[in-house]
């Protein structure tokens, strides 16, 4: 029996995915577990393998198309199955009036309509599935606008050219609600051309292109009159619309909104504080420069940092703890992100067991992952757990900043510049040259104590480097 293969959820919280590149052809005889495309997250590439075995009848999504999680994006059949694809995406769709008949009575449409959506969307597209989507809540997507009218419900109905009429509700998919809200878009305005009416990704996207504008309802019911009305002093003129600044609009990509929405939960959610050391670097940079002479690989100030923090570590494995609701994990291994920067934005792929790995495998497992980091190839679990992030911006001159934590982790490691600068040598004044870091740490797992004896034994670390060694 012919069944549908739906874009999983590969990243907590994302929305969409795109198919970076299908690994089945169509009509390939797949096992179960064989890779049937690569799928593109936010940050990362995740392999969607087959469930079930079979023929994969039909891709319905084409190399680099963006996909709503859930919406259908292959066909898999039996072998010598003669597979009705129109009934089958018809009975996908019928999905959405069912799940959406509960949104008349003021409901809001949950996970079920959304997949339905997108399959309703990827029917009209001619068996390809639209991308983008967003979770449907009760407000302020849920919630009647002013004129009596909804929207997330079954369509009905002839398809609008324009304003709806008086009473009449608009339907949008969920994805067509989501971009119209950020782009400022009054679907009042907006023309569908789905079934019935419906506003679909395409009629939002064109509307943006074509410079339709936010504004109020075509109709709006008008206020009741007070019954019992009280001298009130007069209102001001509405203050005249800011011209937007001059220059170019590039829109967000996904990984940059994924990283806004981690970002403000982080700082919104977490309690930072932060704890500055400032150890003195000339033992590392003279150890660097003794293994890059004699070694084949070449040793960055960066990793011997990495190695410094799995060594505070190991001195203080109190503080190698991440914070849950319910309880608090304490991890027995090392595991460290290093933040890299690529043209899309920053990204955090992990460096597993530190703690066991000589520096040399450390520079060749961190220059395996920036590289792949930088070319859009890092797996999901690459990017998942870790003990804390270290974040580099010494190579730019930075001497000194305050990183924001990276969830679930309780700590991340701000590292700045290596500066000359006068220090203090048994009672004598000397030229040193020194690094600041600040260490954020999550107040909830790590208490200000705890976190100073981790900063302690860092500096201690760095300036006794022959110690990281071993």
Known sequence: MATLIRMPAVMTGAGEAVIAAWVAEEGATVAVGDVLAEVETEKAVVELAAETAGVLVRRLAADGETVEVGAPVAVLGEAGEDV??????GAAAALTSEAQGSADDGAAVGGAAELADAAEDAALSGGQASGGAAPTDGAPDGAAPSGGEASGAAPSGEASDGAA??????FASPIARKMAREAQLDLERVRGTGPGGRIVR???????????????????????????PSPQPAASAPAAAVAPAPGSRVPHTPMRRAIARRLAESKATVPHFYVV????????????????EAGDVRVSVNDLVVKAVAAAYRAVPEANVQWGEDEMTVLDGVDVAIAVATDGGLVTPVLRGVGQLPVSEVSRRSADLVARARSGRLRQPELEGGSITVSNLGMYG????????????AAILAVG???QQPVVVDGALAVGTVMRCVLSADHRAVDGALAARWAAAFTRAVENPLTILV
Do not use: K, Y
């Not at 009429?165 to 608009?170: H, I, L, N, S, V």
């Not at 395409?202 to 019911?221: H, K, L, N």
């Open 84 to 89: 009705d694809l129109d009934a089958l995406l």
């Open 165 to 170: 009429p008086p009473g009449e509700r608009r």
């Open 202 to 228: 395409r009629d939002v996207e064109s509307a943006i292109a074509t410079g339709a504008s936010a504004g109020a309802p075509a109709t709006a019911q008008a206020p009741a009159a007070p019954t019992a």
């Open 277 to 292: 050391a400032e150890p003195r670097v000339d033992a590392l940079l003279d150890l660097r420069r003794q293994v890059n």
């Open 398 to 409: 930075t001497p000194e900043f305050a990183a924001i934590l990276n969830p679930p982790q």
């Open 417 to 419: 510049a290596a500066v």
